[in-house]
Nanobody, 113 residues
């Protein structure tokens, strides 16, 4: 099991940037395969991006080219760099350990037009 704590959310105007962080506390093997998800008001939670143990990454089409997922070398912190933000990116953002099926509590992102 791993405890995941997100931070870095906030309010920003369209076109702006935010960098989300997800700190992991617990078994390090839980952080070898991680993802970001988001849930907008009234909508289902959706996949945003993932990073595998070998460093390979994947993105939802809606964020490709604007968001970048990464981890520190110790794999203790997961990041999501979000650039060129749009109002439709407004949501709660959650990190997930795919290996251990643990979720963080979320961090809110609000993008105004």
């Amino acid at each position: 099991q791993v405890q995941l704590v997100e931070s870095g959310g906030g309010s920003v105007q369209a076109g702006g940037s935010l960098r989300l962080s997800c700190a992991a506390f617990g078994y390090t093997y839980c952080t070898y395969d991680m993802s970001w998800y988001r849930q907008a008001p009234g909508k289902e939670r959706e996949f945003v991006s993932a990073i595998a143990g070998d460093g390979s990454t994947s993105y939802a089409d809606s964020v490709k080219g604007r968001f970048t997922i990464s981890q520190d070398n110790a794999k203790s912190t997961l990041f999501l760099q979000m650039d060129s933000l749009k109002p439709e990116d407004t949501a709660m953002y959650y990190c997930k350990s795919n290996s251990c099926e643990d979720w963080g509590q979320g961090t809110r992102v609000t993008v105004s037009s």
